[in-house]
């Protein structure tokens, strides 16, 4: 079973027991977390949204929040000796799937 959400503007792919990453959403560890915006279901036949499954939930379980490693970006040109090098840490959110309803 298996269901597809949409989060801080992306969609998952999640089953219970899964550990995903999120954009940060500032919240505590051990809280509960619901995502009400289920597009598709699968528990033996498909079930799609037009665009949202009414009465769909994924309810989850904040694992901890932190940063992501630093990720580079670095931008050469080959004329005018031009060079630029940038980066940034992403702030996450870790839930684990715990039941789809």
Not at 57 to 69: A, F, L, P, T, W
Not at 85 to 89: A, I, L, P
């Given at each position: 079973m298996y269901a597809i959400i949409k989060?801080?503007?992306?969609q998952f792919k999640v089953?219970?027991?899964d550990i995903i990453c999120f954009d940060n959403m500032n919240l505590e560890p051990k809280s509960e977390?619901?995502?009400?915006?289920?597009?598709?279901l699968?528990?033996?036949e498909l079930k799609v949204g037009t665009p949202l499954i009414d009465g769909a939930?994924?309810?989850?379980?904040?694992?901890?929040?932190?940063?992501?490693?630093k990720v580079v970006i670095f931008k050469k040109r080959r004329r005018k000796d031009s060079k630029v090098?940038?980066?940034?840490?992403r702030d996450f959110t870790?839930?684990?799937?715990?039941?789809?309803?």
């Open positions: 989060a801080s503007g992306q089953k219970e027991g977390v619901e995502f009400k915006e289920v597009l598709a699968d528990d033996g939930v994924v309810k989850g379980e904040v694992i901890n929040e932190g940063r992501d490693k090098k940038r980066g940034f840490r870790r839930v684990r799937i715990t039941k789809i309803a």
